[in-house]
């Protein structure tokens, strides 16, 4: 009983920052028709930006706030959205062709891009690891005899919180109307007046931005250093293909999905499986529902 | 007051060995509705996509309103004030009809917010019947309330200056017709805005055109009233399929 | 296939033997050109550059000890003597970049004689090639037990293997009445070959025991730590290597593993500067096994590198430039003893030994059985940290009871 509310807690805590990571991949997707395969790398960039500021540049401008890591993770998402949209527009823009040869060359662009962040961090950093202090002490439920760390619950809820926040942006806004226009049919959009290039350049850096601050966010849990992408982009694959490829709502669902089937599998049978159960979730859904939970059958691309 | 608003100078187009468009040059008035007709596969389709910046022509120029199109960008020309429509209707099948409509004023940079051009939004609704459609998604419409979506949201790329129209009313319910004529009618008094309209029924270009261009393999052969140009021996022989 | 020299070309061959031999030794006495010893090791990525780096520092350390206290090699009893010089090849950590590095080191530096090897691919991919060009290679710090086991000529393992490791774990956890041991091994060949061995040694020793081999890729190891957690062990033995021993550690404490239950950590990882940083108090208490503590006793040769290191590094040597500086004199001492740089003649004096090293003297590569074979054996320490933040030196050695210095904290 005690176990099975730890492991439901923590698949809801982990369900969230999934959703982050593959809301990234799948937005990027749903926008510019391209699987963005660098998204571990500008994750690991998230949250090596996390490690500096927190740890090094505050503490230098001498900057003691409470929840200072929240402030960091946001400013790492920023720096990361930044970022993603200069390598949009000088690597990816250039080949972003729709319709054309070049267009295939955009998606093995972000995989080059994807070693030349990878290495470019071991250069940098070295193939150590690093961490940064715990966001909050652990909450014992006493009742339940359920510890929690607390930098799991904190980046957890935090993660709720910028789900939320992109919802509304999507959802309530002009620019997310227009991103949801560029989604449905890029022509259209394009006929409609809106401006493709820049939307493509915005589009990107709020994906990568996502995946950056799901780092960010998971420094202390899962440490900083230069391979800790690995595990997010294989995750957000799995994620995004369970979902359904370009819908965001079929990524939160299947984020939690995962999760859950994970961390149960993982707790009550046998935990050296934790990564396959995921991919016979997966397999499953290749095998009765191609197109995801949420997709549609053909892919408009 | 009659001046000119679109100036073509020896616009041509190639498809391979098929000469779509050949050298055709015309100078359209501001605030006149035109009709443009001509034999299926007689380029018109291909003027419309080369006006609207679809295709790159392989020669000629393009002026709108004393501003060279040749090499600008679809959203660009929307920011002009040229909108067009498409024979297939393109919209946004998930998204809400209200959205369809307020979709170019999200993309154009402008301050207000959606909010604010609610109001609009919802005139372009009245305009073409849909407001009882408003939160439904775009997806939901006939072809014809489609086509009548594309022109709510041609009303909200104001001010129009050009709207080139193929073929509004292929496949439309004859009630429909009615509103989507009131609708160019519409856009056309309110903005002075000069429409060309691709269409196979006389009786609606005789209604809406004081104008007609009719084009003949990629050339236009003729130019006038409906009456004038009925009378043409080489229209005649085009529609025909007989050669000059 | 036999055959027998023509009696001409027999004689041309002689001939052109000596010339060649009298050629080269005049040539060496003339400049006394300095005798290049390789160093292969990692130094960019995906290999572990700063390891190399490290490397590269005892090596050329090692260098200027030869040249400034040992007179070169081949000094007084013998003529000619030289300076070494340390030559550097880059193996990126992959085998084919070694192999390519290190047929680069023999033809282009003539080098006579190769240290450094960090990893076991590296190590095993250029054994036959130090066979074919009969170079010593002194394999400084990759711990493939096939390397010896392999028993080839000119190799000669200095580093310990996972059997050294596993003794030391075994003897230890025994030692201090330890009874029920979880081990947690990553899915790599370390944790799925020492791990399963590991478990057996344990039951076989009459205490439970139980193995959890878990996805390195894979960060969140809370329900393998739940499971261990319901195993009630007395102790943990923590194999990750790199970022999964820190989540072990990390995720224990979630679970309220730690920090009651003592926790072993396979190598020397809390070492690093970054241990503290990245635990804090939860690295208070924790045990780990180390090839070397600051203040152990060291040969003379060892306190030296140790002073020259602080001159020339700011920073106290680590165990990966200790190594590569004692192979290197240890290479030289053999050199020095053959009176030769030839692959063979040096290869005979290592196996014969009585050299120093910064640790030991006596070292000698005998032919001995299995994977014994031309190694000489590292000691390992078991060493308890007992404060937060605590120097590497200040840890407690646990084991071997010769070197103990203090009692285990729980
Ligand atoms: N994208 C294209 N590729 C190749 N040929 C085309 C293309 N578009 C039009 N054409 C050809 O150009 C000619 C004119 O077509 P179109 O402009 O569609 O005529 P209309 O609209 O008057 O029926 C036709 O022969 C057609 O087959
Ligand atoms: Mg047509």
């Known amino acids: 009983m005690q176990l099975l509310l730890q492991s439901l807690t923590l698949a809801l805590l982990n369900g969230a920052i999934y959703a982050l990571m593959a809301m990234g991949i799948t937005f990027i997707a749903s926008i510019m028709r391209i699987i963005n395969w660098s998204t571990g ?57 729709p319709g054309t040869q070049a267009f295939e060359y955009a998606t093995i662009m972000t995989v080059a891009l994807s070693v030349l962040l990878q290495n470019g961090a071991i250069m940098i950093a070295g193939p150590n690891q690093y961490s940064v202090p715990d966001y909050m002490r652990p909450i014992l439920l006493e009742d339940l005899e359920i510890v929690l760390n607390g930098s799991r619950v904190a980046s957890g809820l935090a993660a709720l919180a910028i789900i939320l926040l992109f919802y509304v942006l999507l959802y309530r806004t002009s620019l997310g109307l227009a991103f949801r226009g560029i989604a449905q049919n890029r022509l259209a959009a394009e006929t409609a007046g809106l401006n ?42 799995e994620i995004i293909v369970i979902g359904g490829i370009g819908s965001l709502g079929g990524a939160v669902v299947a984020a939690f999905g995962l999760a859950l089937v994970e961390g149960l599998g993982a707790t009550f049978y046998r935990a050296e499986l934790q990564q396959l159960y995921g991919f016979v979730f997966l397999i499953g859904f290749l095998v009765f529902r191609p197109q995801g939970l949420f997709g549609h059958r053909e892919r408009r691309v | 007051m009659i001046s000119s608003i679109l100036q073509i100078r020896c616009l041509s187009k190639r498809f391979g060995g098929t000469h779509a468009v050949r050298e055709i040059s015309a100078d ?47 959203y660009e020309l929307a920011g002009l004030g040229l909108v067009r429509t498409f024979q297939m209707p393109k919209t946004f099948a998930s998204l809400t009809v209200l959205e ?50 594309q022109l709510a949201r041609a009303l909200m790329c104001a001010p129009v200056k050009l709207l080139l129209l193929d073929e509004p009313f292929g496949g439309v319910a004859p009630a429909l017709k009615e509103r989507i004529t009131h609708t160019i009618r519409q856009i056309n008094e309110r903005f002075q805005a000069t429409v060309v309209l691709v269409s196979h029924e006389m009786s609606t270009i005789r209604a809406l055109c004081s104008n007609v261009i009719v084009m003949g393999n990629g050339q236009v052969i003729a130019q006038g009233t409906l009456d004038e140009v009925s009378a043409s021996p080489e229209v005649v022989a085009a529609y025909l399929g007989k050669p000059v | 296939m036999d055959f027998e020299l023509s009696g001409k070309l027999a004689i041309a061959a002689a001939a052109a033997a000596f010339l060649t031999a009298t050629a080269t030794s005049a040539m060496a006495q003339a400049n006394a050109t300095p005798v290049n010893i390789g160093v292969l090791t990692p130094l960019s990525p995906p290999g572990d550059s700063a390891a190399g780096q490290l490397i590269v520092r005892g090596a050329e350390l090692g260098a200027k000890y030869v040249n400034q206290r040992l007179g070169g090699v081949w000094n007084s009893t013998c003529p000619a003597p030289g300076p070494v010089n340390i030559v550097k090849g880059d193996d990126s950590g992959l085998a084919e970049k070694g192999m390519a590095a290190l047929r680069s080191l023999v033809t282009n530096d003539k080098i006579a004689g190769v240290l450094g090897t960090y990893d076991s691919t590296v190590a095993l991919a250029v054994q036959p090639l130090a066979e074919q060009y009969k170079l010593p290679l002194l394999v400084t710090q990759a711990s493939d037990d096939k390397i010896s086991g392999n028993h080839t000529k000119f190799t000669f393992m200095t580093h310990t293997i996972a059997r050294d490791r596993s003794d030391v774990v075994e003897a230890f956890i025994k030692s201090y009445g330890f009874k029920r041991v979880a081990i947690l091994a990553e899915n790599t060949d370390y944790g799925t070959s020492s791990g399963p061995d590991m478990q057996k040694r344990f039951v076989d020793g009459g205490m439970s025991s139980q193995l959890w081999i878990f996805d390195k890729t894979n960060p969140d190891l809370l329900p393998t730590l739940l499971q261990v957690k319901k195993f009630a062990p007395d102790v943990i033995y923590n194999m990750g290597v790199g970022a999964p021993a820190y989540l072990i550690v990390k995720q224990s404490a979630d679970v309220g593993l730690l920090p009651k239950t003592p926790m072993i950590i396979s190598y020397d990882l809390p070492i690093r500067p970054e241990f503290w940083r990245n635990l804090g108090e939860l690295g208070k208490n924790m045990i780990f096994l180390s090839y070397y503590q600051p203040k152990q006793v060291l040969t003379d040769a060892g306190k030296w590198l140790q002073e020259e290191y602080r001159k020339s590094y700011n920073e106290p040597a680590l165990y990966s430039s200790l190594a590569a500086f004692g192979n290197t004199i240890v290479l030289a001492q053999a050199m020095n003893a053959a009176c030769s740089t030839e692959g063979e003649k040096v290869s005979g004096a290592l196996v014969k030994g009585g050299f120093t090293s910064w640790n030991q003297t006596g070292v000698a590569f005998k032919q001995s059985d299995g994977v014994d074979w031309q190694r000489s054996v590292q000691p390992i320490m078991v060493l308890q940290y007992t404060k937060a933040n605590q120097g590497f030196g200040d840890a407690t050695i646990l084991y071997p009871p010769n070197m103990k210095t203090g009692e285990l904290v729980r």
């Open chain 2, 100 to 149: 369809n409509v307020l979709l170019p004023v999200a993309g154009d940079g402008r301050s207000e917010s959606l909010d604010a051009m609610r109001d609009a939004a919802f005139d372009a609704l009245a305009t073409t019947g849909l407001t009882g459609m408003a939160q439904h998604p775009a997806g939901s419409l006939s072809g014809g309330q489609a086509m009548l979506l």
């Open chain 1, 196 to 237: 493709l290039k820049t939307m493509d350049m915005l589009a990107f850096g709020i994906g990568t931005g996502l995946c950056a601050v799901a780092g960010a966010l998971l420094a202390p849990v899962f440490l900083v250093h230069p391979l800790n992408g690995a595990a997010a982009t294989m995750k957000g694959f």
């Open chain 1, 41 to 97: 790398e500008f994750y690991m960039v998230g949250s090596f930006a996390h490690l500096a500021l927190l740890t090094v540049i505050f503490p230098a401008l001498g900057l003691t706030l409470p929840m200072a890591w929240l402030l960091s993770a946001l400013l790492a998402m920023g720096l990361v959205f930044v970022l993603g949209m200069v390598v949009q527009r000088t690597l990816i823009a250039p080949m972003h062709r």
């Open chain 2, 28 to 74: 359209l008035q501001r605030g006149q509705i035109y009709g443009l007709i001509g034999p299926n596969g007689s380029g018109k389709t291909t003027l419309i996509n080369l006006i609207s910046g679809f295709y790159a022509p392989d020669t000629g120029e393009i002026i709108l309103d004393g501003e060279e199109l040749t090499r600008r960008k679809p």
